[in-house]
Nanobody, 125 residues
Framework: QVQLVESGGGLVQPGGSLRLSCAASGLPLDYHGIGWFRQAPGKEREGVSCISRSRGTTHYSDSVKGRFTISRDKNMAYLQMNNLKPEDTAVYYC????????????????????WGQGTQVTVSS
């Protein structure tokens, strides 16, 4: 049974930092990669970043490029978020892509079959 569990969310002031963690278990040994997504109230879920399991290739949305860094280590994935802005406020989810569905889907929720429950990130003064 696949499980993805996020942690590390919280309340932070603008300009601050947070590090999200995603603990993965039960994934197929050859799964393709892990993605981070976020969903703000009233908005669609959007891709933030992803990293491939084998090569560690990363992708970022334009809105977080230069501020967020994704990494992975064995069964863990991380999202280091720096210089946070109020517009980063959302529930953040990690997700697993079982096989390579192609670059179009790397930051598209439809490319991911396994999801965690999410962790709330609030950026506010």
């Amino acid at each position: 049974q696949v499980q993805l569990v996020e942690s590390g969310g919280g309340l932070v002031q603008p300009g601050g930092s947070l590090r999200l963690s995603c603990a993965a278990s039960g994934l197929p040994l050859d799964y393709h990669g892990i993605g981070w997504f976020r969903q703000a109230p009233g908005k669609e879920r959007e891709g933030v970043s992803c990293i491939s399991r084998s090569r560690g290739t990363t992708h970022y949305s334009d809105s977080v490029k230069g501020r967020f860094t994704i990494s992975r280590d064995k069964n863990m994935a991380y999202l280091q978020m720096n210089n946070l802005k109020p517009e980063d406020t959302a529930v953040y989810y990690c997700a697993a892509m079982e096989w390579d569905t192609g670059p179009y889907y790397y930051l598209d929720p439809r490319g991911y079959g396994y999801w965690g429950q999410g962790t709330q990130v609030t950026v506010s003064s």
